[in-house]
Nanobody, 123 residues
Framework: HVQLVESGGGSVQAGGSLRLSCAAS??????????MGWFRQAPGKEREAIAA????????FYAESVKGRFSIAKDNANHTLYLQMNSLKPEDTATYYC???????????????WGKGTQVTVS
């Protein structure tokens, strides 16, 4: 089944930037046919949907908490999803997960395939 592997997390000072990557493999459809999203979960908090992009270069969606600071993009040639994170705040500290699905789910949390996450710490 589809495998998703996140990378690019780390520790950064407030105001800094990070770019997360999510490499997809074992795809049973063209990568372009997958809608994908980024989610995060901080300790003691519920998982939050923060950005998503629908299949076939469809619309993008952002949570209000990251709008204007984060940007989601798909590289169909390299089967990779990105999340550019700028102007990071301590409240952005969380484990970040990518997810994929054939359905156009936007910011809903019912994606069928999930990565194992990458930690982002902002101090």
């Amino acid at each position: 089944h589809v495998q998703l592997v996140e990378s690019g997390g780390g520790s950064v000072q407030a105001g800094g930037s990070l770019r997360l990557s999510c490499a997809a493999s074992r795809l049973h459809y063209d990568f372009d046919n997958f809608s994908m999203g980024w989610f995060r979960q901080a300790p003691g908090k519920e998982r939050e949907a923060i950005a998503a992009i629908d299949k076939r270069n469809g619309p993008t969606f952002y949570a209000e908490s990251v709008k204007g600071r984060f940007s989601i993009a798909k590289d169909n040639a390299n089967h990779t999803l990105y999340l550019q994170m700028n102007s990071l705040k301590p409240e952005d500290t969380a484990t970040y997960y990518c997810a994929a699905d054939i359905r156009p789910l936007g910011l809903r949390q019912t994606y069928g395939y999930w990565g194992k996450g990458t930690q982002v710490t902002v101090s």
